[in-house]
């Protein structure tokens, strides 16, 4: 019977301030009962103060085909991380 | 005091015999997400139970906590209303039980965490949050199934019927009940009845279901008198501390 259900993702929030963070997904008849099947799977254990259910069909992916294009020239590029840039000796309020 | 101790080994009671009959649904329940949701519940009503008979216990200052309640009791010592002692059926005779008493707890919860017992009053604070979250569920499933197929629906309504027999006690006050209202422990349980009704009504209207007229109402729970069906439960659930009296986990 499960498999008549759409699958739905979820997203809870751990605290507030912090993002929504994927943490599975489950089978739900609609969005109502997506959230309720997301609280009882995904916060029993006081794991979350919010929640994001999305039909996993809405959720646009990238190509895995296309990771070489999308991802690897980023790898290079070492001047884009913070960590690239040596901090002058005697600087304050950086 | 007698009466005290009474009216909360009826909450403990109820409580506890819905959590048994609810946690008999794990590994049956007609999906996955829907086995963990029923789990939760059985759990809460379990928790609930935990608290209400352990104030029972202390209350009686016989040195029975809740395990000794729960275990060592025959049928005609448990003060639950027969409602939650009911077969579990199938899935919407489940839900309709559950929301009959949730609608009910709900309400009580409210009342008693006004109660001058101030443990009385923190029992029922915590088991209104997790109630409310009940009832939620019970509703959403009654109208899903009622307003659903046409197989659900009739199985709905089915368990409306039948049901709806059991629901007359939680109205029904007795000695117990006068004595708590006039110390200002308890509430006068006629007094859910209208907004029991009223939310009933409306969840049921909203299911397409029909609300069957006031027959007879079965009663004696809150009494100790039950039907047959709590004898097989309580079989179950304490056949292994009565062959074992000294077993330990």
Known sequence: MSTDWPLWEIFVRSENGLAHKHVGSLHAADAEMAVQNARDLYTRRNEGVSIWVVRSTDIVATDPAQSEALFDPSEDKSYRQATFYHVPEGVKNL | ?249
């Not at chain 2, 004595?179 to 907004?195: K, N, S, T, W």
Request: with cysteine; charged share 25%.
């Open chain 2, 1 to 249: 005091m007698k009466a005290k101790g009474e009216y909360v080994l009826r909450f403990g009671d109820s409580a506890l015999v819905l959590a048994q009959r609810t946690a008999a649904w794990v590994a049956h329940a007609p999906v996955m997400e829907e086995d963990v949701a029923l789990a939760n519940v059985a759990l809460d009503l379990f928790g609930q139970a935990r608290l209400w008979l352990d104030y029972a216990g202390e209350i009686e200052a016989e040195g029975r906590d809740a395990d000794r309640l729960v275990f060592h009791r025959d049928a005609s010592a448990y003060r639950n209303v027969l409602l939650v002692e009911q077969p579990n059926g199938n899935f919407a005779d489940t839900m309709v039980r559950g929301f009959f008493y949730d609608a009910w707890a709900a309400l009580a919860y409210g009342r008693l965490t006004g109660s001058n017992d101030e443990r009385i009053a923190a029992v029922a604070a915590k088991s209104a949050k997790e109630t409310a979250y009940h009832l939620r569920r019970s509703e959403d499933w009654l109208v899903r199934l009622g307003d659903g197929t046409e197989l659900s629906h009739e199985r709905a309504q089915c368990a409306v019927d039948e049901l709806w027999r059991f629901t007359g006690e939680l109205f029904l006050g007795d000695e117990v009940d006068a004595e708590m209202v006039a110390c200002g422990i308890g509430f006068d349980p006629q007094a859910l009845r209208e907004p029991w009704l009223q939310r009933v009504s409306a969840a049921l209207a909203t299911a397409t279901l029909v609300k069957p007229g006031d027959g007879w109402m079965q009663r004696g729970g809150k009494q100790g008198r039950h039907s047959e069906a709590l004898g097989y439960l309580l079989a179950e659930m304490q056949v292994l501390p009565r062959s074992y009296p000294e077993a330990v986990w």
